[in-house]
């Protein structure tokens, strides 16, 4: 599985940026796509997902209300649109695609067997 995440860039706080994570090279059933992003010291968090039947979840305490998880089935292609953009939500983005998540497990890095290069997202205040 190739992934390709992209539409990172530098925008002002309260601005909107689009992150895409088109994936290649299996056939998607019985998977999830996360995103999840890294902080300069900080460790990786979850940020948001989307299973193959089209459940959600996102980090409740820092971006529910604010980003919004999608997906193109037809380009294989997921989009998280984030609005409302803080200076702390800067951080390098990562999709991965993780086969066999279930609810429970889809905020857990681990849950993920393939990522993406990572797409830097720099908000300034």
């Known amino acids: 599985v190739q992934l390709q995440a992209s539409g990172g860039g530098l925008v002002q706080a309260g601005g909107s940026l689009r992150l895409s994570c088109a994936a290649s090279g299996r056939t998607f059933r019985n998977y999830a796509i996360g995103w999840f992003r890294q902080a300069p010291g900080k460790e990786r968090e979850f940020v948001a997902a989307i299973r193959w039947s089209g459940s959600t979840k996102y980090s409740p305490d820092s971006v529910k209300g604010r980003f919004t998880i999608s997906r193109d089935n037809a380009k294989n292609t997921v989009y998280l649109q984030m609005n409302s953009l803080k200076p702390e939500d800067t951080a390098a983005y990562y999709c991965?695609?993780?086969?066999?998540?279930?609810?429970?497990?889809?905020?857990?890095?681990?849950?993920?067997?393939?990522w993406g290069q990572g797409t830097l997202v720099t908000v300034s205040s």
């Open positions: 991965a695609v993780g086969y066999g998540v279930i609810m429970s497990t889809m905020t857990s890095h681990s849950a993920y067997q393939y």
